[in-house]
């Protein structure tokens, strides 16, 4: 008997489950619907970036409401993605697009469960990794960066300095952005700034509330090394959307990258959600992009790559042409490092007093700009002529330099220290090594001991002079 009872009770469930669901399509009245398309209206009249589009997009709905289309909808899900085509089928901007609310569930208020829904939220989080979703160097030595979204810069940043990093050697970069919906435009900027100048216009965001434009420049400054000469291709496919969108078109527009993959989604407008009633919201774009080249943006167009492939074919298209680039950069990267190297070594030939002191200074700092040789190489380069080709002047002169190229290592002042003193000029030498212990006592340097035995020779020595 029992067991009857509880068949009838799940029974009346089940029941009581459908006569629900039904009393909700029967609740989308028309009174309803109305409602809904009048608040829609004023909501985008008040805050959609384009008025007059939002005049033209109430027009066409209240004639579609007057004619009788939606009362084929008989729940929230399709009447909202119906309302979402229709205001779509006018204004053609992708961002703007009508949801039901998730139906609202009491959770328990248990230990177990806060602790349970933490552990997810933390998984989904790590998972995520604020859109840096794999980087690797690929064949030809091809940085290769897998990038999903544009998370805040608050987060981003140190996520972002730390791939680029990984990468910062390869001869040519591509990023994959195929899977990646947009986020934060100063997110964009950000690694916009990696691979061009500095100062240079790539984008502007107009409001409507306030008419404001808020104009977007490449930072002088990132987190790890610029890459702007090395060649650049990006991965665009059919989910590419928004922030992912600006940040090929400021590439492309700059001449800066090649776009290889699909025509990408076609959202320029950022905005926010709004509440239309108490089971649907609106997303409506209260602003546009504007880009300083074509004046204009990619809302309901896309990014239109400018090799077109299948998407299954995208990225080892990309990476065929990367290692092609990369091996024309490799070329370059010769060519200029002979040509700047062949004149240093003119200036290495023959001290002149009064004249030298400044003309290696200004080929190794050449030399040094262009990434040719780090502080060390400079370093060894002048105990070459030290020691090995007995130039002592022309050590100096290298030495020196290297101090004003690098004027905070501790390094460097050392070694010219010592080359001083080899020299006899003991008080230059003793200027130098209290350099060599200010700068390694400032930055923590674990060769500080040793700097300090150095000064404290060569103190010695003076001394001994007088």
């Known amino acids: 008997m029992k067991t009857i009872i509880r068949i009838s009770i799940s029974g009346l469930l089940i029941l009581n489950y459908v006569f629900a669901v039904n009393a909700q399509e029967i609740n989308l009245t028309e009174e309803y619907k109305k409602n809904t398309i009048e608040t829609l209206c004023q909501l985008m009249n008040d805050l959609y970036v384009h008025a007059d589009v939002a005049q033209k997009t109430e027009i066409y709905l209240l004639k579609q409401f007057k004619e009788g289309y939606f009362d084929q909808f008989t729940n929230e899900e399709d009447f909202a993605a119906a309302l979402t085509t229709s205001v779509q ?10 949801w039901k609310k998730p139906p609202y569930e009491e959770q328990e208020n248990s230990p177990e469960r806060l602790i349970e829904e933490k552990i997810y939220n933390l ?3 790590k998972e995520y990794n604020v859109g840096f979703h794999g980087v690797e160097v690929l064949d030809g030595n091809i940085g290769y960066l897998d990038l999903r979204g544009f998370a805040g810069l608050g987060e981003g940043k140190e996520v972002a300095d730390a791939y680029m990093k990984l990468i910062a050697n390869t001869d040519a970069v591509i990023i994959d952005l195929s899977k990646n919906g947009g986020g934060d435009p100063a997110t964009v900027q950000y690694l916009c ?12 965001l107009y409001f409507r509330e306030g008419d404001r434009t808020i104009d977007f420049h490449t930072l002088e400054e990132v987190g790890g090394k610029k ?6 291709f990006i991965i665009t496919g059919k989910e590419t959307f928004s922030g992912a969108e600006e940040f090929s078109y400021n590439m492309q527009t700059q001449k800066r990258a090649t776009l290889i993959g699909q025509t990408t989604r076609g959202g320029a407008n950022p905005g926010g959600t709004r509440d239309i009633n108490e089971n649907l919201w609106v997303f409506i774009p209260t602003g546009m992009a504007i880009n300083p080249i074509t004046k204009t943006n990619w809302e309901g167009v896309g990014v239109i790559p400018e090799i077109i492939v299948k998407e299954e074919e995208s990225l080892s298209k990309t990476h065929e042409l990367a290692k092609i680039a990369a091996d024309e950069y490799r070329t370059q990267i010769e060519k200029k490092y002979t040509a700047t190297y062949t004149s240093l070594l003119a200036h290495l030939n023959v001290y002149t007093k009064g004249q030298s002191e400044n ?8 030399v040094s700009d262009q990434g040719l040789l780090k502080e ?38 050392d070694s010219y220290a010592e080359a001083l003193m080899m020299q006899g000029k003991l008080k230059k ?9 200010e700068f390694a006592s400032k930055y923590n340097d674990p060769n500080l001991p040793f700097f300090e ?14």
């Not at 089928?89 to 009508?98: A, E, F, L, T, Y």
């Not at 700034?193 to 502007?204: K, Q, R, T």
């Not at 890459?227 to 650049?232: H, K, R």
């Not at 002048?382 to 080709?389: I, S």
């Open 359 to 366: 003309e290696i200074l200004v080929a190794l700092q050449k």
């Open 89 to 98: 089928h006018i204004n053609k901007d992708k961002h703007m697009r009508i």
């Open 429 to 437: 030498s003793e200027k130098n090594y209290q350099k060599a212990v």
């Open 193 to 204: 700034s990696y691979f061009l100048e500095s100062n240079i216009h790539i984008n502007s």
């Open 376 to 413: 060390w190489e400079i370093n060894s380069l002048g105990y070459e002529y030290l020691m090995q080709y007995e130039k002592p002047n022309i050590a100096l002169c290298i030495f020196r330099a290297n101090t004003l190229i690098n004027p905070e290592s501790a390094n460097v002042y």
């Open 123 to 125: 998984y989904r989080y």
């Open 227 to 232: 890459m702007i000469d090395v060649p650049l």
């Open 453 to 466: 035995e150095n000064l404290e020779k060569v103190t010695n020595l003076i001394k001994e002079k007088k």
